[in-house]
C-alpha cells in the first residue's frame, strides 16, 4: 500500500473514473497476493536506475513502498515507488521523460496532494510521484517502516490483506480503501513513536 488516504472516505466510481488517465480498466477479480519474494528489491533497484537516467537532478527522492518493500509480508507482485520531484504539478517538467523511459501515467489527483501515478508492465510497477516535502511522502515512509520494524503490525496487515484479497473487486482502489481501519491504527502508532 503506497497510498495512504487516512483523510478521505473510499473513492466513488465517479471520483475514480475522474481521477483516470486513459481508459479506466476495472479489476472485477480477486486481489492475487504472492509469498515475499526476494527479487523484489532488485526489480526495483533496476527501475530506479531507469527513474534516475531519465530525470537526473529532478529525483528528489526515490523510495520502494508498498507490501513488495517489506520482507516477508504478502503482496501483489507490483512493485510501489515513490518519486519526489521539485513540483508534481509541473507535468511537463517530467511526464515526457518518464514516459519515454517506458511508464505511463494512469491517475492525476491534483486535490489531493498534487498526486501523480505512472505504471509500467514489466516489471509491474506503480510509480506515485508527489513534490518534494509532501506530508503525505512521508506517512507512506512511516507506514512501510513500521511494518518493516513491528512483527505484530505486519501481521495485522497482512491477516487482513488476505482477509479481503478473496472478494471480486471492482477496482484495485476498492481493495485499498477497504483496508483503511487498519491502514490508519498501524499508521498512527508508526507517528506516535
Not at 28 to 35: C, H, Q, R, Y
Not at 44 to 50: D, I, P, R, S, T
Not at 89 to 99: F, I, K, Q, R, T
Not at 124 to 135: M, Q, T
Request: charged content about 30%.
Amino acid at each position: 500500500m503506497s497510498e495512504l488516504r487516512p483523510d478521505r472516505a473510499p473513492l466513488t466510481d465517479e471520483q475514480l473514473a475522474a481521477r483516470t488517465v486513459g481508459e479506466r480498466l476495472k479489476l472485477n477479480a480477486p486481489i492475487v497476493l504472492e509469498p515475499y519474494n526476494p527479487d523484489w528489491p532488485k526489480l526495483y533497484e533496476g527501475q530506479a536506475a531507469k527513474i534516475r537516467a531519465a530525470l537526473g537532478d529532478r529525483v528528489r527522492g526515490l523510495e520502494h513502498v508498498g507490501s513488495t518493500s517489506v520482507p516477508g509480508l504478502m503482496a501483489k507482485p507490483i512493485i510501489d515507488m515513490q518519486l519526489l520531484a521539485p513540483d508534481s504539478a509541473d507535468e511537463p517538467s517530467y511526464v515526457p521523460d518518464l514516459e519515454a523511459a517506458g511508464f505511463v501515467l494512469r491517475t492525476r489527483e491534483p486535490d489531493w496532494f498534487e498526486h501523480r501515478m505512472f505504471r509500467s508492465l514489466w516489471p509491474p510497477v506503480h510509480l506515485h510521484v508527489y513534490s518534494d516535502g509532501c506530508i503525505e511522502a512521508g506517512r507512506v515512509l512511516a507506514f512501510r517502516d513500521r511494518l518493516r520494524s513491528d512483527e505484530a503490525d505486519r501481521r495485522l496487515y497482512q491477516e487482513t490483506k488476505q482477509a479481503l484479497a478473496g472478494r471480486v473487486w471492482q477496482d484495485m482502489q476498492n481493495y485499498a480503501d477497504a483496508k483503511t481501519e487498519v491502514v490508519l491504527a498501524i499508521l498512527g502508532r508508526a507517528l506516535a513513536d
